[in-house]
């Protein structure tokens, strides 16, 4: 689950009411660039964990929902600006980000980070290495904290690309991505060391949605309930059961 660091708390005044109380479309806004929560597939469509929890909410939510594609970095302000109702794109619950926006209850567990690094290079000394992260996440901030030097991108498969040139030692982004990079048996290889940072995922939505977020919560928790949501869990390989 990615962790987006807020760029300014300047986005709370500007928040839209367009959209509070009733909703006759509920457009749901994801990245579409990080599998397995979400990806477009070859017929150009959003695809994931999150389109198959996202449709299901809404079914249960008695919704109807469109989905949106919005860049990582400005997925907040263009929620906060009515461009669309709700962000579901990996985004874990954060202190920071609930002072911007709010959050339904979390559909999954915290997700560990992890290192992906070229192999041959397992010995690495993160501390002082070069380490790649998706700009504006909670990995980023991890990074320039740990002392290591911090070498940011605007997309996920930039930092792959940048173990692969030789530009970063390391890529610090969520295990659940990382994983199935590293399985393909190529160049790329995992590190034992993991990194628990952030909470688990939840819907963003504006905080003059409260009904909205009501409807959203009911239906996080009847899946839960039933179990439905711990099989799409496991079936995309998200992270622990609830």
């Known amino acids: 689950m990615k962790k987006l660091l807020l760029g300014t708390a300047a986005l709370a005044v500007t928040a839209s009411?367009?959209?509070a109380g009733s909703h006759s479309v509920v457009r749901?806004?994801?990245e579409g660039a990080y599998p397995p929560y979400n990806f477009i597939n070859d017929a150009g469509q959003v695809?994931?964990?999150?389109?198959?929890?996202?449709?299901?909410?809404?079914?249960?939510?008695?919704?109807?929902?469109?989905?949106?594609?919005?860049?990582?970095?400005?997925?907040?302000?263009?929620?906060?600006?009515?461009?669309?109702?709700?962000?579901?794109?990996?985004m874990s619950i954060t202190a920071e980000r609930d002072e911007v926006i709010d959050f339904t209850q979390?559909?999954?567990?915290?997700d560990?980070?992890?290192?992906?690094?070229?192999?041959?290079?397992?010995?690495?000394?993160?501390?002082?290495?070069?380490?790649?992260a998706q700009t504006n996440t909670i990995?980023?901030?991890f990074v320039a904290e740990m002392g290591a030097t911090l070498l940011e991108f605007a997309s996920p498969d930039e930092t792959i690309a940048a173990v692969r040139n030789g530009e970063a030692d390391a890529v610090l982004a969520d295990?659940?991505?990382?994983t199935p990079i590293a399985d393909e048996g190529g160049d790329l290889v995992m590190l034992e060391r993991e990194e628990l940072i952030g909470g688990g995922v939840g819907m963003g939505l504006r905080e003059s949605d409260g009904e909205l977020k009501e409807k959203f919560n009911a239906a996080i928790q009847?899946?839960?309930?039933?179990?439905?949501?711990?099989?799409?869990?496991?079936?995309w390989e998200i992270g622990a059961a609830f």
């Open 17 to 19: 009411v367009a959209f």
């Open 28 to 30: 749901m806004g994801t």
């Open 47 to 90: 695809d994931g964990f999150e389109r198959e929890l996202g449709d299901e909410l809404c079914k249960r939510a008695e919704l109807t929902c469109e989905w949106v594609t919005n860049e990582w970095d400005s997925i907040i302000p263009n929620l906060v600006s009515g461009n669309y109702d709700t962000i579901i794109a990996g």
């Open 106 to 110: 979390n559909y999954t567990q915290p």
């Open 112 to 132: 560990p980070s992890a290192y992906l690094v070229m192999a041959g290079n397992e010995g690495v000394a993160l501390e002082g290495a070069v380490i790649a």
């Open 139 to 141: 990995q980023a901030s």
């Open 175 to 178: 295990k659940s991505f990382l």
């Open 222 to 235: 009847s899946m839960k309930d039933d179990g439905s949501l711990n099989t799409l869990i496991a079936k």
